[in-house]
């Protein structure tokens, strides 16, 4: 494994882009002499390697980037390049990974990681005859933009070329296999460190390891080549010397930005590549109008969208499929996890998973709402309140120290501070309904299955065990109905 993380940037040449409609649209063309024909795609993903320098019993490639495993980067960008479903290599944690990605990508095993080519052949009986050009890539790189690989594919078809392959130029290139090139500029081959002379190694423009190969070339290629007389491996950078020899067209593209390339070898590598797409994430955000008061310390997945004029304070999760309305305030120190908040909510030091927030909700210090929790608009959640599985209606007030747990709660109810309510015995879970306009004294336990009626009211401590009905005032342990609060009114 090279030590691809070692980026430095200096000048790097910079290929014209063009890209087009068309390849925009995940359709690659390629102009013969009936015009333009399209052309298919098929991804191979490279992910069978242990990982060895993670001192890892997880798989490399399952190790998290913000909210998600490291693979399912690399499966995304190409559910953006390719139109059919990535082609992953596995072999360490196969079972694991497929479990991971599921039938984002389907799955080829390779039994014993015996190099980079002999990776590939494993595809092969899914795809030969299935594509006219194949885009090979790591599952270590998630930096990599779906425009470079677009931009690689569209080349490749362009130009007609048997092998289209990404290069970096680096200060510093240990690790990596050199590009042979000519005085022209004619690509030759690519040289492993470990089988390269002292002037080879000199060489500073390297291979990254992704490449589009005309697809009927590389089967036939594919089973030739043999293993390096140093490592024992098939090397897929033979194909390149292969081309070569039999005089056809290689071509090579520096990557614009070096980062894209970053691969993840060890641990050291997954913080750069944490922090590179953090920082890539908010830029984001920021240029389409979202406050980020610290940059540093504000970690937003790549699935969450953010409404302009969303603020966030610094110490600030947005992880999973959240979105976040206009005007919304999050943090300090929240922890939001596949939320949906609505538009002037604020999010004050506390964690919300799975919940739904209409607008003008305010929650915290200290508030954990978890799976199912959906605040109406208006609902005023205080500090240290828990909210599971359950409705709160418009207008109502949770002020202090509570836990809410499969109820169904109605308009402006007053939830007084301690109210719990007591909603599994043990063995299963009831439901606690409060109709609208209750009151509901501190400390209320409220034991379910139980039903508070319409504008019912519960004293301090009381501990409700049968259902109150409307307009009815109950206390004591247990809570007793007492009297009637309308004919009281009147
Ligand atoms: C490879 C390239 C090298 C390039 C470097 C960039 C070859 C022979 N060399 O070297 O030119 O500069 O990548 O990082 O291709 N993998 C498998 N099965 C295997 C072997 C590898 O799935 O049998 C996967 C690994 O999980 C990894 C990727 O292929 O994701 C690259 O393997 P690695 O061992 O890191 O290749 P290098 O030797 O670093
Ligand atoms: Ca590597």
Known sequence: MGDNALIHHGPVPFPSLCYNSVVMARVVTRENEEGIVSMQLAHVILAAGKGTRMKSRLPKVLHPILDKPMILYAVETSNRVSPQPPVLVIGHGAEQVKAAVGDRARYVVQKEQLGTGHAVLQARPLLEGQADAVLVTYG????????????????????????????????????????????????????????????????????????????????????????????????????????????????????????????????????????????????????AGVTIVDPDTTYIGTDARLAPDVVLHPQTYIYGESTIGEGTEVGPQAYIYACQIGKNCRVFYSVLEQATLEDEVDIGPFGHLRRGAHLARGVHMGNFGEVKNSYLGPGTKMGHFSYIGDAEIGANVNIGAGTITCNYDGKRKHKTIIEDDVFIGSDTMLVAPVRIGKGAKTGAGSVVTRDIPPHTLAYGVPAKPKRNLQEEDD
Do not use: C
């Not at 039999?246 to 590549?273: I, K, Q, S, Y």
């Open 140 to 287: 270590d790189m998630p930096l990599l933009r779906a425009e470079t690989l677009r931009h690689l594919v569209q080349e490749h078809a362009q130009s007609h070329a048997t092998i289209t392959m990404l290069t970096v130029v680096l200060d510093d290139p240990h690790g990596y296999g050199r590009i042979l090139r000519d005085k022209e500029g004619n690509v030759l081959g690519i040289v492993e460190e470990a089988d390269a002379t002292p002037e080879q190694r000199a060489i500073r423009e390297l291979n990254v390891g992704i490449y589009v190969f005309d697809a009927p070339w590389l089967w036939e290629h594919l089973p030739r080549i043999q293993p390096s007389p140093v490592k024992g491996e098939y090397y897929l950078t033979d194909l390149v010397g292969m081309a070569v020899d039999e005089g056809l067209p290689v071509h090579a593209l520096p990557v614009e930005d070096p980062e894209e390339v970053l691969g993840v070898n060890t641990r050291v590598h997954l913080a750069e590549v944490t922090r590179a797409l953090q920082r890539r994430v908010n830029e984001q955000w920021m240029l």
